[in-house]
């Protein structure tokens, strides 16, 4: 899809669509209310509006048809934005993400917008919105459909510029704003890509060639561990997680370096890659066990999260690592009860082989201290019961590197991938105390994303968060950007965050 800015007014536009916004009140479109044309019921803008028919609700949108002598695109459409005082970049995201989908539905190869005003926001940052909502709107995990009919991809998507559309912004401004947002969108519909792969196509390997790919493509820097490696760096956890599949386990390091000074300490990125979760012996429950194909998103945002920065070519020094494996029952696989005795000299007491997770980053974690980093952070599906605490809205956020979080906790509003702060008090230690080793990997019934974080926390000694993203990466409902399944959440997120340290 092509994105460019135009200086042009909207009835010379050469686009087969062309999409205004309208809030409740209906500010926005009285100057250019007419020739807009009518409806195929007949119905004209004025009309629509004054008997509120059009009552610029979200998720609304209208059609029209304005004359041929009026304008050159063949129809407009009319998109509620809900109440202006509500309106937001997430207002934007949502709303060109429902004209997107519904052009794409009538076959328009193209599509231009009147970028609405957003209060605080720039014209640059407003089409970024835009660009977000129609690109992560369209996305569709559809490979394995036999196509009865293919979807007609829009292909020209034009910000108009009429002088005063682009919102204080100058149109090159737009542009490279523009450029940016396509970079970080399809970093993020990878990660869905790699999300959605079933089971059967993705293992620990197949990971490691996804990083490979990356690394080739922009130069970034891949090391992988398999078994013998795993093995000599006592890598316990990934291979005890691993040791009831039929395939191998992985470790996965990713070095991109871009900061001025090579030794600048890195902020290094840590992803659960588990790429099937069946609980292993402690086995799950039937009903959505499928959703666990996707359990390795925290290893996808870290992949695609490379691919971003390293696309973008920011001067910083990101290293990100995933620990991947597939947790299997069989005659080989870990048992309740297992102890594990990690590189760093802690046992861990395997109470429940369904939690998994913490076992297989404590080795990344203990690896990231080689690093020297500035910061770790995790990002894994971790626990249920940060989804029961969270639901599917928010990112559990837990740590000790107080100012990191509060960095993520702005870079969560920007991007709408919102994070909320759960405490690790030392308290919660008591619940993962075992009779038999140093810790076990279960704490209990009560404020189980907590103990989980606990937990990691035995093996961090730097500044250090915790993302449980078990809510946020696998959707149960389909929104107007978010589709059910994976979705790509943390690479938005941590793109803008990395940005911003490169601007440090
Ligand atoms: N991958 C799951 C957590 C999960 C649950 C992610 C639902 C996404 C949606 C994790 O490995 C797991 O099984 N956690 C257990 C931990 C428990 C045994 C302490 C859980 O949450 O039930
Ligand atoms: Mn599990
Ligand atoms: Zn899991």
Redesign the pocket.
Known sequence: MNFNVQTTTWKKVRATTVAFFQTEEKRGIRATIKGLGRTSAGASAETLLATGDMAGKKDEIFVLYPRRSESAAKRVFLVGLGKADKLSLETVRRASACAAKKAQKMKSKSLAIVLPAVKGASGAEIASAAVEGILLGLYKFDKFFKKEEPTVPIENVVIIDDGTSLRGSSAAEVKAAIEETQTITNATIFAREMENEPSNNKFPETLANWAKEVGQAHGVKVTIFGPKELAANKMVGILGVNQGSAKEARFIMMEYMGAPKKDTPPIVLVG?G?TF?T?GI?I?PAP?MG??K??MSGAATVIATMKSVASLKLPVNVVGLVSSAE?MPSGTAMRPGDILTYSNGLSVEVD?T????RLVLADALIWAERYKPKSVIDLA???????IALGHVTTGMMGNDTSMMERLKRAGDATYERVCELPIYDEYDELIKSDVADIK???GRWG?AI??AMFLKRFTNYPWVHLDI??T??SDTAGDYIPKGGTGVGVRLLTRMLKEEANA
């Open positions: 659960k588990i979760d609980g402690s799950k959505g959703e666990m996707g359990d947790n429940n369904d939690a998994e997770g599906t971790l626990t249920g019961a940060c989804v990997n279960v704490g189980g103990t989980a078990a809510g990466a696998i």
